[in-house]
Nanobody, 115 residues
Framework: QVQLVESGGGLVQAGGSLSLSCAAS????????MSWYRQAPGKQRELVAG???????NYADSVKGRFTISRDNAKNTLYLKMNSLKPEDTAVYYC?????????WGQGTQVTVSS
């Protein structure tokens, strides 16, 4: 069983930066993929970035070059550093752990970018 607690959301100006954290409790295995998703009003939840325990990453085209995902396996913590934020980045951001075909979700944290 995995429990995820997110922090770091808030209000920032366009062009600014923000860092999100996700603390996982319970066992996290090396095969688990940890990811950030986001959902804006009226839109489907979408993958922002994912990372394996070995540090292999992937990013949505919309955030590539601006966001950086990382994880500290010893601390069971996932991070997302967001730079050059745009109003279209405004969404609820969710932490996710994928264990094979099973998804575990955090509660979500609101990120709002003002123009």
């Amino acid at each position: 069983q995995v429990q995820l607690v997110e922090s770091g959301g808030g209000l920032v100006q366009a062009g600014g930066s923000l860092s999100l954290s996700c603390a996982a409790s319970g066992s996290i295995f090396s095969s688990d993929v940890m990811s950030w998703y986001r959902q804006a009003p009226g839109k489907q939840r979408e993958l922002v970035a994912g990372i394996t325990s070995g540090g292999v990453t992937n990013y949505a085209d919309s955030v590539k070059g601006r966001f950086t995902i990382s994880r500290d396996n010893a601390k069971n913590t996932l991070y997302l550093k967001m730079n050059s934020l745009k109003p279209e980045d405004t969404a609820v951001y969710y932490c996710n752990v994928r264990r094979f075909s099973r998804f575990y979700w955090g509660q979500g944290t609101q990120v709002t970018v003002s123009s």
